[in-house]
């Protein structure tokens, strides 16, 4: 159990375009999921958290309007880069917690992002 | 604000060695603490899980010990595979729902 699946696995795009990522819980539900951000050899760092049915917190020094989370349901999430470009070529994770109060969080795989 | 310190950055061992990595964070009124491993272009693997009330876990070869007092973590690895080559990465749940706060990890090769 505790299985949390992310789509693409990888991506390239040109400049400019927009990229969606889904983060999914496979076998719970999750009010809260996150995102973080992995740059070469360096540790993640949280974007943003995401909550079912709410507007996402985003984490400062964040664009709100340049990574669009979305949260429409208990079991998926998406990251969406908009009008990509170079610097956010990137790593990105999404984690869920299982409820329960134990706060143990399972990670996606991961989408590796290439702007073009 | 609460920071991870993971050292040593980088650990070669032969195969068949214990060993130990360490971790530090600097405010001791931590929710949990979650030992992960990641394996290159890859996602994060959860190894071990210590709640603030307890003092270690335990799973198959590997052994994670929490002094909340002091702030530090190890994880202990008991005889060493090849297969356990990767990066080893320390996480601090400062609340209940709350991210993870990562360290930089520790990457670790071993040889055969």
């Known amino acids: 159990g505790a299985v949390v699946s992310q789509h693409p696995s990888r991506v390239i795009c040109k400049s400019g375009t927009s990229v969606k990522i889904e983060c999914r819980s496979l076998?719970?539900?999750?009010?809260?999921m996150f995102w973080y951000r992995q740059f070469p050899k360096k540790s993640l760092m949280l974007m943003a958290t995401?909550?079912?049915?709410?507007?996402?917190?985003?984490e400062q020094g964040v664009e709100k309007d340049k990574f669009l989370i979305n949260h429409a349901s208990l079991t998926l999430s998406t990251l969406t880069v908009t009008s990509a470009h170079p610097e956010d070529s990137s790593f990105y994770i999404c984690?869920?917690?299982?409820?329960?109060?134990?706060?143990?969080?399972?990670f996606g795989p991961g989408t590796r992002l290439t702007v073009l | 604000k609460q920071e991870v310190t993971q050292i040593p950055a980088a650990l070669s061992v032969p195969e068949g060695e214990n060993l130990v990595l360490n971790c530090s964070f600097t405010?001791?009124?931590?929710?949990?603490l979650q030992w992960f491993r990641q394996d290159p272009g890859k996602g994060l693997t959860s190894l071990l899980l210590?709640?603030?009330?307890?003092r270690e876990q335990t799973s198959g070869r590997l052994n994670a010990s929490l002094d909340k007092s002091s702030g530090r973590s190890t994880l202990y690895i008991a005889a060493s595979q090849p297969g356990d080559s990767a990066t080893y990465l320390c996480?601090?749940?400062?609340?209940?729902?709350?991210?993870?706060?990562f360290g930089k990890g520790t990457t670790l090769s071993v040889s055969s």
């Open positions: 984690s869920a917690s299982l409820p329960g109060g134990r706060n143990e969080q399972f």
């Open positions: 076998d719970f539900q999750a009010t809260t």
């Open positions: 995401s909550n079912e049915g709410s507007k996402a917190t985003y």
């Open positions: 405010d001791s009124a931590i929710y949990n």
């Open positions: 210590i709640q603030s009330s307890q």
């Open positions: 996480a601090v749940g400062n609340q209940a729902g709350t991210a993870l706060i």
